[in-house]
């Protein structure tokens, strides 16, 4: 049985210390058809049981869940445009090759931006701004894609500038709209100091000051914490229910299925998890899409599209099957390698293949 296969996986990844806890659900439009823990939650003997309540550290899916929803939300309101241009708002960012890039390569990683800063991250905001406003960049915008962090955290400021509210009070605006979101099913910035005993934790990096304690309920990502916990490109976390909740009204809306209103623009997220038009590039606008040879394994359709978090954690939609697939792990606590958690990712949507 595909479920009892995905099980199989997730529980050989948890005997070989890829991470100590996971918690997946698989849904389709109309519901969710599993929704399963498993492991503990960190690898100590004694440590408690993760439950279907844990709460996961997202990581890089505050991508799309986040910042591309609140993009969509904004460009359905007139206030943003995917031609506008981030020197139209940041007077740092300025240059030739820069003057031209737009709101849709910042989306589509292909603004010209390397994945990180050279140096450690700065104290504030403003120096963030700075930063990624000057940094050299990698390539001539558009003419490739490559992975950025920097894109996504400036991105998230322009939103806050277009929107006139924080990332994290904009996405609570979208999440209140969607059905099953609520205290159980958690999908939202970093939880309150009430909910962290729920929360998975993860350990620090070598290069982050807080190294040699643990985080529960902190987010991992090093530069997301000198933003003070949210950003445009990490800072998110949710239930395993409250992730699938965000994929199942996502996937109705790409299915143009159900009644009533929906919490997604629906002329606009065709547009958004459509492969970009960039060479070489699998990536649509915050989304990424389908290759066989990418996290998402063999068996998803063409019209797949997904994102996945360095912590351990994966989202992947297939309008064409009618699936949506959340796989949630604290893999940042000292577990597996990325090519590990890649090697798990695979191996668990494969075996899903035939629900």
């Known amino acids: 049985m595909p479920l009892d296969d995905a099980r199989r996986v997730i529980e050989a990844a948890i005997g070989a210390r890829t991470f100590p806890a996971a918690a997946i659900e698989i849904g389709g439009s109309a519901a969710a058809i599993a929704t399963e823990a498993f492991g503990r ?15 996961f550290d997202l990581a890089s899916l505050t991508k799309p869940l986040a910042t591309g929803s609140c993009a969509m939300e904004l460009v359905r309101s007139g206030a943003l445009a995917l031609d506008a241009r981030p020197a ?9 090759e820069r003057e031209s890039v737009t709101v849709r390569d910042l989306l589509e990683h292909a603004s010209g931006l390397p994945a990180r800063l050279v140096d450690q ?18 390539y001539p915008p558009r003419s490739r894609s490559i992975y950025s962090d920097l894109g996504f955290i400036l991105l998230g400021f322009l939103l806050e500038r ?17 059905p099953g979101v609520g205290p159980r099913a958690y999908l939202g910035f970093e939880p309150p100091v009430s909910l962290r ?10 290069v982050d000051p807080r190294r040699g304690r643990r ?23 949710g239930t395993a229910a409250g992730v699938g909740a965000f994929a ?4 109705r809306t790409a299915r143009a299925s159900g009644d009533g209103d929906s919490p997604f623009p629906r002329a606009l997220v065709p547009l958004f998890v459509t492969r970009s038009a960039v060479p070489g590039s699998s990536r649509a606008l915050a989304w990424d899409t389908m290759l066989p040879t990418s996290s998402c394994g063999t068996r998803m359709s063409p019209q ?3 994102h996945v978090g360095y912590t351990g954690t994966s989202l992947w939609i297939d309008p064409a099957r009618d699936r949506y697939f959340v796989l949630l792990t604290n893999r940042a606590f000292g577990g597996g390698t990325l090519d590990e958690m890649r090697t798990v990712r695979r191996a668990f949507h494969d075996a899903l293949g035939d629900l």
């Open 197 to 206: 005993d729920r929360c998975a934790p993860t350990l620090p990096m070598d």
């Open 88 to 96: 139209d708002s940041f007077d740092d960012w300025r240059g030739l």
């Open 248 to 251: 199942r009204a996502l996937l």
């Open 304 to 306: 797949a599209f997904g």
């Open 215 to 237: 985080l529960a309920g902190e987010v991992h990502d090093n530069y997301a914490a000198a933003l003070g916990g949210a950003a445009g490109h990490a800072g998110m976390f």
């Open 41 to 55: 939650l960190t690898f100590d003997a004694d440590a408690p049981a993760t439950s279907r309540d844990t709460i």
């Open 121 to 138: 991250p700065p104290e504030t905001r403003r120096e963030f701004e700075h930063d990624i406003a000057t940094i050299a960049l990698e």
């Open 162 to 178: 277009v929107g006139g509210a924080s990332l994290a009070a904009m996405f609570d605006r979208i999440a209140a709209r969607i």
